[in-house]
């Protein structure tokens, strides 16, 4: 019975030991930070802990959390059913694509964190218009990966589906829709990231409630650990939402070759 | 049997001012059962000439008959060979070789059948339900092979089918295409760039060449079938592969001089 290690179980330990090591490193200068330096809207790492405890045990974060996430949501779900079928339009048929081109770049560039006011403007504060951020921050990139999804199928594939006698609607079943799957749900796994982001941004600039008005408050009333905290939340959620959204992706898409073929 | 009268296809720019004759008045007939190699430089039209035959895209001015129609579009008569195997990714093998009798609606079971006869056939047993990236090129190929003869198709339609293989696969997937000939004619064309590739398995070559898309010349090959042993290795091969190469050469030279 060996007692040694193999070479890839001692590199494993290795690079745990230094991400343990670097994560300890980072929360000692936080710390040191915080109590050198510190005032009153910066907690150092040791406050953060029983901050933390006491802001999951009480029912404010789960209400804030709940009251945020009907905006991300509702948004996120408009994105998916008008951002796929354009993405599918503007794959399949190259005049709209050459008409709505233009517009799409420079929606999924624009930082819409700089809309916000002008949308405020115009619908006013409430659901409607947190529902409307989120949507604009997630729908072009969901859009964009659907055309691209459907652009980058093998010619030959459709070619293919023609010869052997598929009609426009078996195309779309049997070859276009799986072949674009992957891309579409990559955009769908790109876009909840930024819907999330949309929830969060439009909170803290214009609309305060749930998350956004607790850490504006938190910061306001000089509790910066509840703030951070709070953040943690975030992180989390963001973190688990992301893990349902690979899983996903990967079991719809076993096909796909590491390579990307 | 396919009958082309005097066929021109032209492409022509969105604005219309650059005109490209990609064929200009081909005349051509092919038999039935007969095997016919499409023959030339880059250029020079004949996949165009076997996409308007596949039905796949229209053309400009004279006749394309399949079996005295005219022809309407793609059909189960004509099945298609692909260059890039042209496989769904996605699905496993025997569902991509069943998948020209699923379009036509065929029950799963009666297809699933079919598509295992034809994956024995083509000898890739055992891979039913492997996927495409699982397989090697050659092995990819014949799966296409499958598919296509899946359909019972009068006609093969082959586009550089050996085109993105190995040079010693190539040569595998050369003799089993001749034996699966002899064993089971159907009427053939093929593209290639190859001239040893189209004295070895064509009854009549057809050499075109590029600017306009032209017939320039067919030859009938002499060797019979099935193939006598050893006809690579006699004088008639080399002379007539000679000839096919300074033929296609002269093209060249003149397209450069142009």
């Known amino acids: ?261 | 049997m396919i009958e082309i009268t005097k066929c021109t296809k032209v492409y022509s720019s969105a604005d219309g001012s650059n005109e490209v004759k990609a064929l200009d008045n081909i005349d051509l007939t092919v038999r039935d059962k007969e095997f016919v190699a499409l023959l030339g430089p880059s250029g020079c039209g004949k996949t165009t000439l076997m996409k308007i035959i596949a039905g796949l895209i229209p053309w400009n001015s004279g006749d394309v008959k399949i079996n005295g129609q005219a022809l309407q579009g793609p059909g189960p008569d004509r099945a298609v060979v692909f260059q890039d195997f042209a496989l769904m990714p996605w699905a496993d093998i025997k569902t991509n070789v069943a998948f020209g009798l699923e379009l036509q609606g065929v029950a799963r079971e009666e297809r699933e059948q079919k598509a295992r006869e034809l994956i024995k056939a083509v000898g890739l047993d055992g891979f039913e339900d492997s996927y495409p990236k699982h397989l090697s090129g050659g092995m990819q190929q014949r799966v296409g092979l499958a598919r296509a003869l899946a359909v019972n198709p009068e006609t093969l339609l082959m586009d550089e089918p050996f085109g993105a293989l190995d040079a010693q696969t190539r040569r595998l997937m050369q003799e089993d295409l001749l034996q699966l000939h002899e064993r089971e004619p159907k009427t053939v064309l093929f593209v290639t760039h190859g001239m040893d590739e189209a004295l070895r398995l064509a009854d009549r070559i057809v050499l075109m060449t590029a600017r306009p898309g032209r017939i320039k010349e067919t030859i009938d090959v002499p060797f019979g079938r099935p193939r006598p042993e050893g006809f690579e290795r006699d004088d008639v091969f080399s002379d007539l592969s000679d000839y096919l190469w300074n033929t296609l050469k002269a093209m060249q030279v003149r397209e450069e001089q142009d």
């Open chain 1, 1 to 261: 019975m060996s007692k040694g290690m193999t070479p890839e179980q001692k590199d494993k330990i290795w690079r745990r030991s230094l991400r343990i090591s670097f994560f300890v490193v980072f929360c000692l200068l936080w710390e040191w930070f915080g109590q050198t330096r510190g005032g009153l809207l910066f907690a150092p790492f040791s406050d953060i802990p029983p901050a933390f405890v006491e802001l999951v045990t009480n029912a404010e974060i789960y209400e804030a959390l709940w009251l945020s996430n009907q905006a991300m949501l509702i948004g996120f779900a408009m994105a998916m059913v008008v951002g796929i079928p354009l993405g599918l339009l503007i794959g399949r048929l190259v005049r709209v694509e050459r008409f709505l081109n233009t517009y799409l770049n420079i929606l999924l560039v624009t930082p819409m964190s700089a809309i916000i006011p002008l949308i405020i403007v115009g619908v006013g504060i409430g659901l409607t218009s947190r529902v409307l951020v989120v949507f604009l921050f997630s729908f072009p990139i969901i859009t964009i990966n659907t055309r691209t999804g459907l652009k980058n199928l093998q010619t030959t594939l459709i070619e293919m589906g023609r010869c052997f006698g598929a009609g426009e609607l078996q195309l779309w079943r049997k070859i276009l829709l799986p072949g674009a799957m992957p891309a579409m749900l990559a955009g769908l796994r790109l876009g909840v990231g930024r819907a999330l982001s949309g929830m969060i941004v439009v909170e803290l600039l214009l609309v305060a409630v749930g998350l956004g008005k607790l850490l504006l408050n938190s910061m306001g009333f000089f509790e910066p650990e509840k703030a951070y905290s709070v953040v943690i939340v975030i992180i989390i959620e963001v973190m688990i939402i992301r893990a349902i959204a690979e899983r996903v992706e990967q079991r719809l898409t076993a096909w796909k070759t590491e390579l990307g073929g």
